[in-house]
Each structure stands twice: as structure tokens, then as C-alpha cells.
């Protein structure tokens, strides 16, 4: 990180393009003052409060390699203030993939990386669920380039990515194909389901898996893979980006997301703007339900789930069953099932369940603090 201050400062206010690419945070996990970072991690734990687990003394290099990341971004950061073109800089932080020595829930998890945008040209801060892929970032930024700067970009590209959506609520609208290691490309999502080794799943808030039994859906999601894969293979063994008969993505700058066919209507709808209002004897909670999917969505009952401060479940509420159509968007109330509680901190969750199982479908709202006076 000093290397590349050194090398921006000597840029001036000139327009750049800069990469940095660590290392640090990758086997076999070595970096300089490893020994003093090594000792500060039962000092973090107990700091975050976590339960002293084993995993933190067995894998304590790759802990520490966590905590020197932060103070190398942290360095860098603070230094950064004062460089000549910082005003109108945008820095962009990510990783190729999730830390694979620690244990992982789903397969879904190696690709669960941080995409943080900052500048200080950004008038707000946001936090946004909806996914995109490192293959968005170079049309979303020559967009940016092209309408704000005049930067001529080309009428036509090869890009897999198509932009980064900036949608708060968890949705996709993209068809993503994901190397699960150097050699092995059998995962794919699109919209909001996911492909892993011939089985389907829908992917919910946090980045929660259900298996979907779904033949139909299925089908449409192996055809969509293997029409990309078919592509892929072309492109590599005719060394032509464009194959013939394919015509090229149209670009004019513009930012534009392109719809991917949605194969998983269920993982469509979204629960966004939950609103709880304390009434007289019962919680009423307000939450908007969309359908995202270019179809009309498959049943589901709005359900209303209520815990306690240490996540324990105190009630659940549960409306008829309902679909909504193409692009449709319902506001919905619902009443918590137990009276309203005592003073303290309460969470609630508003989850588009499945009418006969009561699994989640889509993306419901997870753990909404309320706070009772």
C-alpha cells in the first residue's frame, strides 16, 4: 500500500487507472509482523464478544491475516485523503473469492464476496443486496466515464456483464456462470436461482439456500447453462469473441441492465420497506412484497415471524395464500400473533413462505430491529 501512495502521488491529478491485488489474505497466509497480528486475535474475539470456538486458535494465521488487511486498507485510506486527484477518485474494493480454509455452509458461500464502492463524490451511503458479479464493474464504469465525461466507449461489446444494480432489496437480474475452482465450471445462477452440481436451489435473504423440487425449472435452468457453456467453448477454441451467427452486446454508454430469463419464479419476490407499527394490544407490521420475475409468481402466504433479543420465537403470523403477476407489487399488513410485549429490543421477519411447507421463497426481510418503549 505505501509502494502504490508513492506511485500515486507521482501521478498528480492526471486521469488513472489503478489496480492493487493482495496477497496477504491467500495460503499460505505470510505477512510482515505476522507474529504481533498472530497474538491480537484472542484479543479481537473476546473484543467482538464471539465464543472462544477452537477454530480461532487453529486457524489464528488466517485470522490474523483478516486483521492486517484492515490496518493495510485503514493506512492506506488515511493517506489517501491527500492525494492530488482524491476528490474525484473512485475506489473500488472486492475479492475473487470467499476464504475456502474456513468452513463453508453451501457451496453458494465460495462466491459471497464484499463489493464496496467509495469516493467522495458519492452524496449518500447505501447498503444494497442485490447481486452482481465482478463482470459488471468495467460496464458500469465506462457508463459512468461515457455520460459524465464524455469518454467514447464502443458501440458494441463482448462483455459478459451487463452493470451493477443498484437495488437495495435482494434481486438478479443477471445470468452469472461461477468457476468453482480452476478447473471446474458446473455452478450458474439466474435471477434468483441456483445451479450447483445439477441441483436447484433459490437464493434468500443473506444468501440462504433452499433446495427447489421444481423438474420443470430445472430443465430451464440446465438449458440456459449449457447454452452459455456451448458459447464458452467456442469463444476459446476459435479464439473469437463474437462466433458466428452471435451478434455482439449494442453499448452506447448508457447504463442498462438487461432482464436475464428468470428460471426460478418463486425466488422472484422480494420483501423490501418493513414497517412496524405498535398498536393497541398487537405489533402491526406493513412490508412491500414484489414479484421481480417477468411472470406471474407461484402461490405463496406472506409470513410474519416475531423473536425475542436472544432470537428466540415468540409467534408467527401467516396471510392466505396469493400470487402476484409480472413485475406486481403488493403492500401487506400483518399482525403479530402474540400480544404486544414488554419494553426491550424485539426482532421481527417478513418472509414469502411456501403455503403448504412453510419453507421461505425469495427474499424475505430478516431480523428488522424494533425497539419498545
Known amino acids: 500500500m505505501r509502494m502504490v501512495l508513492q506511485r500515486e502521488r507521482g501521478l498528480g ?9 493482495t496477497s496477504g489474505m491467500h495460503n499460505p497466509f505470510t505477512f510482515p509482523g505476522q507474529g504481533r497480528y498472530r497474538e491480537r486475535v484472542a484479543q479481537r474475539v473476546a473484543q467482538l464478544k464471539l465464543p472462544a470456538l477452537p477454530l480461532y486458535t487453529q486457524q489464528r494465521d488466517i485470522f490474523a491475516s483478516i486483521l492486517y488487511m484492515d490496518d493495510a486498507l485503514r493506512a492506506f485510506f488515511d493517506e489517501a485523503v491527500s492525494l492530488p486527484g482524491y476528490a474525484n477518485t473512485v475506489f473500488i474494493i472486492t475479492g475473487d473469492h470467499r476464504l475456502p480454509e474456513l468452513a463453508m455452509d453451501s457451496r453458494l458461500e465460495r462466491y459471497h464476496v464484499p463489493l464496496i464502492v467509495y469516493s467522495p463524490l458519492l452524496k449518500e451511503p447505501r447498503a444494497i443486496k442485490s447481486l452482481s458479479s465482478q463482470f459488471d464493474l468495467a460496464p458500469s464504469l465506462l457508463a459512468y466515464l461515457a455520460n459524465r ?3 467514447k466507449t464502443p458501440a458494441q461489446v463482448t462483455w459478459l456483464g451487463a452493470g451493477l444494480d443498484t437495488e437495495p432489496a435482494l434481486r438478479n437480474l443477471h445470468a452469472l456462470p461461477l468457476k468453482q475452482t480452476k ?8 435471477g434468483t436461482a441456483y445451479l450447483a452440481q445439477d441441483r436447484l436451489y433459490a437464493i434468500g435473504d443473506g444468501m440462504t439456500l433452499d433446495l427447489l423440487d421444481d ?7 440446465r438449458a440456459q447453462f449449457s447454452s452459455f457453456v456451448r458459447a464458452n467453448a467456442t469463444a476459446g477454441s476459435a479464439q473469437a469473441l463474437a462466433p458466428d451467427g452471435i ?3 449494442a453499448y452506447g454508454g448508457e447504463r442498462s441492465l438487461r432482464s436475464a430469463p428468470l428460471v426460478a419464479e418463486a425466488g422472484a419476490i422480494g420483501v423490501t ?16 412484497v414484489t414479484n421481480h420475475a417477468q411472470q406471474a409468481s407461484l402461490p405463496f402466504a406472506p409470513l410474519l415471524v416475531l423473536s425475542d433479543e436472544r432470537g428466540a420465537e415468540l409467534g408467527e403470523t401467516a396471510l392466505p ?6 413485475g ?27 403455503p403448504v411447507s412453510g419453507r421461505a421463497l425469495g427474499a424475505g426481510q430478516y431480523r428488522v430491529r424494533v425497539q419498545l418503549d
Open 215 to 221: 423438474a420443470a425449472l430445472l430443465d430451464r435452468a
Open 328 to 354: 406486481q407489487a403488493a403492500r401487506i399488513a400483518l399482525q403479530a400473533a402474540v400480544a404486544t410485549p414488554a419494553p426491550g429490543v424485539y426482532y421481527v421477519s417478513v418472509i414469502p413462505s411456501h
Open 273 to 288: 420497506d418493513v414497517r412496524v407499527r405498535p398498536g393497541a394490544g398487537r405489533l402491526t407490521v406493513e412490508a412491500t
Open 321 to 326: 395464500a396469493r400470487a402476484l403477476g409480472a
Open 13 to 21: 491529478a492526471a486521469p488513472a487507472l489503478t489496480i492493487v491485488q
Open 183 to 190: 478447473t471446474e465450471l458446473s455452478d450458474f445462477i439466474s
Open 149 to 151: 465525461h464524455g469518454i
Open 247 to 249: 451478434a455482439l452486446l
